[in-house]
T-cell receptor
Framework: NAGVTQTPKFQVLKTGQSMTLQCAQD?????MYWYRQDPGMGLRLIYY???????DKGEVPNGYNVSRLNKREFSLRLESAAPSQTSVYFC?????????????FGEGSRLTVL | KNQVEQSPQSLIILEGKNCTLQ??????????LRWYKQDTGRGPVSLTI?????NTKSNGRYTATLDADTKQSSLHITASQLSDSASYIC????????????FGQGTELSVKP
């Protein structure tokens, strides 16, 4: 049982380049999330998908786009990377959206933008 | 403003000792409080989830307490092991705003032999 799988694990980009972070879960969860984690700060929500076919902005959505490809997969795209987007990105999933659902996290994708 | 503050920022203890991590929050209306363990280079893993009516919850050597009146929680680790070295994150869920989760900055625990 893999849980939540993220790819790639590491990536280095130059300013202005684009890339997509992939996330897949095998727990048949309805809700999926993208967070970023920066030193000295708590995890911050970028975008989330409460259910297949829906996506909503989180706390820090600027510079990102997402696609809920199907129930299993939720991708995060950086169209024109900036150094401020250097961070560790975590995908998470939960059975249901909102306050009650336990979150299961992936291992993280470490992105450096030069 | 909804906030979650953890203390201390970092802590070093000797293997076998106990320790207690603190979490204060101002989130309202409160739904639940979670503690996560995050090993270096890994994703956070859930330790406990407590609702308003729960005062204490244990998971092996980890015991979380919640005082909803004072809006404080603690995570007590008993008989620490080297594998307990990690960041411990307190997360509080609001009962509105679509169940928004507010993350603390984490306490970095280092257990030395």
């Amino acid at each position: 049982n893999a849980g939540v799988t993220q790819t790639p694990k590491f990536q280095v980009l130059k300013t202005g380049q684009s890339m997509t972070l992939q996330c897949a879960q095998d727990m048949n969860h309805n809700s999926m999330y993208w967070y970023r984690q920066d030193p000295g700060m708590g995890l911050r929500l970028i975008y989330y998908s409460a259910s297949e076919g829906t996506t909503d902005k989180g706390e820090v959505p600027n510079g990102y786009n997402v696609s809920r490809l199907n129930k299993r997969e939720f991708s995060l795209r950086l169209e024109s990377a900036a150094p401020s987007q250097t961070s560790v990105y975590f995908c998470a999933s939960s059975e249901s959206p909102g306050a009650s659902g336990e979150l299961f996290f992936g291992e993280g994708s470490r992105l450096t933008v030069l | 403003k909804n906030q979650v503050e953890q203390s201390p920022q970092s802590l070093i203890i000797l293997e076998g000792k106990n320790c207690t991590l603190q979490c204060n929050y101002t989130v309202s209306p409160f739904s639940n409080l979670r503690w996560y363990k995050q090993d270096t280079g890994r994703g956070p893993v859930s330790l406990t989830i407590m609702t308003f009516s729960e005062n204490t919850k244990s998971n092996g050597r980890y015991t979380a307490t919640l005082d909803a009146d004072t809006k404080q929680s603690s995570l007590h680790i008993t008989a620490s092991q080297l594998s307990d070295s990690a960041s411990y994150i307190c997360v509080v869920s609001a009962n509105n705003q679509g169940g928004k989760l507010i993350f603390g900055q984490g306490t970095e625990l280092s257990v030395k032999p």
